[in-house]
T-cell receptor, first 115, second 112 residues
Framework: NAGVTQTPKFQVLKTGQSMTLQCAQD?????MSWYRQDPGMGLRLIHY???????DQGEVPNGYNVSRSTTEDFPLRLLSAAPSQTSVYFC??????????????FGEGSRLTVL | SQKIEQNSEALNIQEGKTATLTCNYT??????LQWYRQDPGRGPVFLLL?????KEKRKERLKVTFDTTLKQSLFHITASQPADSATYLC???????????FGSGTQLTVLP
């Protein structure tokens, strides 16, 4: 199994550009989420989804958009990139958050630089 | 608001010694607590989950305790090895939560 796959691994954008970070999982997990990780700030939740068609905001949702049309995919869209969005982005999935087996499986990360 | 604190940003210990990492939380009562390991340039990897009714849990050289009175979890690595060098993250979580919130992590370096 591939687990959680993120693309691209690296991306450089100019301020104002838009782009989509892709995330796919092959574990049939209902729960998927996006985090950003910045030095000294730890992992912060951007958006999450508990199933196809259901999404909700996390701690830092502004400037990002998500949708969940299938169980497997959970893309993260940057609408108009800003330098403050320079970060490493992680996608994670779980069988069921909040349950006894709510461990998260993370992708390898997407490093984004906004100039 | 919920707050999670992990002890000192960096911890250096000598190979063979026991490393002890601390995770303190305030303003909520998690039903369980997870620990993850993160290597540079990689995503976090799940290590252990301990429930509020479990005082201690072990996995090979790892031991985790969960003290709901002190609102603290301790993560121990016995007989530490240089390969244990990584950042360790804790995530205390309530049973009904739909969000997993992480501490900022402790960077452990095991010196040969």
């Amino acid at each position: 199994n591939a687990g959680v796959t993120q693309t691209p691994k690296f991306q450089v954008l100019k301020t104002g550009q838009s782009m989509t970070l892709q995330c796919a999982q092959d574990m049939n997990h209902e729960y998927m989420s996006w985090y950003r990780q910045d030095p000294g700030m730890g992992l912060r939740l951007i958006h999450y989804s508990v199933g196809a068609g259901i999404t909700d905001q996390g701690e830092v949702p502004n400037g990002y958009n998500v949708s969940r049309s299938t169980t497997e995919d959970f893309p993260l869209r940057l609408l108009s990139a800003a330098p403050s969005q320079t970060s490493v982005y992680f996608c994670a999935s779980s069988y069921s958050i909040g349950a006894n087996t709510g461990e998260l499986f993370f992708g390898e990360g997407s490093r984004l630089t906004v100039l | 608001s919920q707050k999670i604190e992990q002890n000192s940003e960096a911890l250096n210990i000598q190979e063979g010694k026991t490393a002890t990492l601390t995770c303190n939380y305030t303003n909520y009562s998690p039903a369980y607590l997870q620990w993850y390991r993160q290597d540079p340039g990689r995503g976090p990897v799940f290590l252990l989950l301990i429930r509020e009714n479990e005082k201690e849990k072990r996995k090979e050289r790892l031991k985790v305790t969960f003290d709901t009175t002190l609102k603290q979890s301790l993560f121990h690595i016995t007989a530490s090895q240089p390969a244990d060098s990584a950042t360790y993250l804790c995530a205390p979580t309530s049973g009904s939560a739909r969000q997993l919130t992480f501490g900022s992590g402790t960077q452990l370096t095991v010196l040969p």
